[in-house]
């Protein structure tokens, strides 16, 4: 071999291990830069106003290191309508958020109580869950100044058994009422209106008396024991996918002297017509407001400041991970996120995030170990404030699903 020809050899060799090196190189220099994001927690001097997560163009890494801080002073209420927040037992940093934020919160509602038939009979189960000592750090401030405890309570019977025991509820409130009066709750969250319209019972002229009935009963028991509080919860005014409402203003009208908020699920919107995408485009959200303000009818008459206060506007504090290729091991995959979710989801792939301009929401993608690429629409600050800042310009209040889930620099904006 010549040797002009073994040097360009040689030289090319050393070309290529050099690429082979610097690529290796910079596999780990990513790798240290994961492992160098890592999220800040606790009380910070800084407001979410000067920290950066309020822009569009969020990077990754800001929302790693401070969405999991908060503002050192958490006393302040900033929004001016009614707000409700849940929390459940299968995730307990709702019940600490519950307790830093209370001062945010007007109502907490432990996901506690369910509504069954046993042998014929009401049974309500749940009470284990019932944590008195956290109750009383949420309730410190005394009363007038701390949180309503409003547990839910779910309906969990089949339909024929519910046809049975909305036809005369009596047992159901009174069951319902020894819980309310055993635990010293200050009311409840009442929720089975969604299974009895997926169930076509509402569609039913005698079963929605039935359920109408129950609902009304449920509230005029509970005012008349102590002023106690009935919250329902109910789906949209405006369902994704649905040609007529799951729950109208005219319903809310007929029971708002019996209720005394409505807990409106306006979220979960793309789950809802099965494709990728937002979870509350707030073209939608406000839609829902509108139905609202003006009903079904051009000449429908406008509702009372206080009925229409009583509209608690859903806001999700969760997200969804859609797999947009179906999987070997899973199929098609959607899965719910948490806080606790993302941050792991940005460590790893480090996206770009995207607002959208039309839904007012963030959004990113990434491509999993098996190589099927995901997209991931998760509240940011941004998106949660455009939200709070339509139920404050509707004069309408807020429920939250739920505390646990969401970034703790969400209570900065309530």
């Known amino acids: 071999m010549a040797r ?20 290796a190189a910079a596999k780990r220099r990513n790798q240290r830069q994961r492992r160098d994001i890592e999220p800040r927690f606790g009380p910070v001097e800084e ?3 000067d920290s950066g997560l309020m822009e569009k163009k969020l990077p990754f890494a800001t ?5 999991r801080e908060y503002y050192e002073d958490a006393t302040q209420k900033r929004f001016k309508g009614f707000v409700l927040g849940y929390v459940t037992p299968w995730n307990k940093a709702g019940y600490q958020n519950a307790v830093t934020f209370r001062r945010k919160l007007d109502a907490v509602s432990p996901v506690w109580f369910q509504i069954r038939r046993e042998d014929g009979q009401i049974k309500i189960t749940g009470g284990h869950e019932y944590n008195k000592t956290w109750v009383e750090e949420l309730k410190q401030d005394g009363p007038g100044s701390s949180p309503l405890l409003v547990p839910r309570f ?9 046809v049975q025991v909305l036809a005369d509820p009596t047992e159901l409130v009174k069951a319902v009422g020894t819980q309310v009066v055993g635990y010293k709750l200050d009311g409840i969250v009442f929720e089975g209106w969604s299974q009895w319209v997926a169930s076509n019972g509402m569609s039913n002229e005698q079963f929605r008396r039935a359920a109408m009935g129950t609902v009304m009963m449920l509230g005029q028991t509970l005012k008349a024991n102590g002023d106690k509080k ?6 949209p005014l405006y369902p994704a996918n649905e040609k007529a409402p799951w729950f109208a203003r005219e319903d809310l009208e007929m029971l708002a002297e019996h209720v005394d908020g409505f807990s409106v699920m306006t979220y979960d919107y793309s789950t809802g017509i099965g494709k ?7 073209s939608w959200v406000r839609t829902n407001l509108l139905l609202l303000q003006k009903g079904a009818t051009e000449d429908a ?9 009583k509209f608690l506007l859903g806001l999700n504090f969760y997200g969804w991970d859609f797999a947009l290729a179906p999987s070997a091991k899973r199929g098609q995959g959607l899965a719910a996120v948490t806080a606790n979710d993302l941050v792991p989801l940005l460590q790893r792939h480090q996206p770009a995030l995207e607002w959208d301009d039309r839904t007012e929401e963030h959004s990113f993608e990434y491509t999993d170990k098996e190589g ?10 941004r998106s949660v404030e455009m939200r709070v800042q339509v139920a404050e310009e509707a004069k309408v209040g807020i429920s939250i699903w739920e505390l646990g889930q969401g970034l703790e620099r969400f209570f900065e904006l309530l």
């Open 154 to 162: 779910i309906m969990e019977m089949d339909m024929q058994e519910q």
């Open 47 to 49: 407001q979410i106003w």
């Open 63 to 67: 929302l790693v290191e401070k969405g």
């Open 4 to 23: 002009g020809t073994l040097v360009g050899v040689l030289a090319a060799g050393l070309l290529l291990l050099a690429g082979v090196q610097g690529a």
């Open 230 to 235: 009935l919250y329902l919860a109910v789906p």
């Open 301 to 309: 008459p406008k509702l009372s400041e206080a009925t229409h206060s």
């Open 276 to 282: 990728a995408g937002p979870s509350a485009p707030i």
């Open 372 to 381: 099927v690429p995901h997209a991931v629409w998760y509240p940011s600050p």
